[in-house]
């Protein structure tokens, strides 16, 4: 149980295009759903807090315009990063709380990597 | 300011060889602390939640355990298939669910 997914697990795009990231929990509803970013050989950053049907939580130095979440369900959000650069390159990961969990343990998708040429 | 701090930064182990890894914490109300694994190029993958000081966890090789300022992930008889990066969060009582993550100890088993 618990199983978070994300799609693409890998995308290259030119300078300037935008990218669409989809995270789904499979098995379970979540209310709240995270994006994080991670560099190499660094711990995971977060960017924003998405809930269901309202407007994400970006965190400070996050760009609202450039990173935008769409959390339309209980199981599905998305990170659309708009005219990407390359110095958007990274892995993104999303993670979901259960909805119905006593505890509040998030569970991290797999992650997507992105380029940007 | 909530605050995680994880040491050593990385750890080489013989097989079989026990040892511990520390999370230390500052927040103003813990809701809940969580260690996660992560292998390179994937997501986190999680392990445990302590709740409370005296609280332990148990699964194959690893335990968790948690005190009021810090929490210690001990290895026994790790195998090189142990080896990944360990993460420790805590969550806070601030009213928001984020994580505060600690840098991580990068874990190498030998055979």
């Known amino acids: 149980g618990a199983v978070v997914s994300q799609h693409p697990s890998w995308v290259i795009c030119k300078s300037g295009t935008s990218v669409k990231i989809e995270c789904r929990s499979l098995?379970?509803?979540?209310?709240?759903m995270f994006w994080y970013r991670q560099f190499p050989k660094q711990s995971l950053m977060l960017m924003a807090t998405?809930?269901?049907?309202?407007?994400?939580?970006?965190e400070q130095g996050v760009e609202k315009d450039k990173f935008l979440i769409n959390h339309a369900s209980l199981t599905l959000s998305t990170l659309t990063v708009t005219s990407a650069h390359p110095e958007d390159s990274s892995f993104y990961i999303c993670?979901?709380?259960?909805?119905?969990?006593?505890?509040?343990?998030?569970?991290f998708g797999p992650g997507t990597r992105l380029t940007v040429l | 300011e909530d605050q995680v701090t994880q040491s050593p930064e990385a750890l080489r182990l013989q097989e079989g060889e026990s040892s511990s890894l520390n999370c230390s914490y500052t927040v103003s109300g813990l809701r809940g602390l969580f260690w996660y694994r992560q292998d390179p190029g994937k997501g986190p993958e999680f392990l445990f939640t302590l709740y409370s000081a005296g609280e332990e966890k148990e699964k194959e090789r690893l335990k968790a355990t948690l005190t009021k300022k810090e929490s210690f992930l001990h290895i026994t008889a790790p195998k090189p298939e142990d080896s990944a990066t360990y993460l420790c969060?805590?969550?806070?009582?601030?009213?928001?669910?984020?994580?505060?993550f600690g840098t991580g100890t990068r874990l190498k088993v030998l055979a």
């Open positions: 098995d379970f509803q979540a209310t709240t």
């Open positions: 993670s979901a709380s259960p909805t119905s969990g006593v505890y509040n343990e998030q569970f």
């Open positions: 998405s809930n269901e049907g309202s407007k994400a939580t970006y």
């Open positions: 969060a805590v969550q806070g009582t601030s009213g928001t669910y984020k994580y505060i």
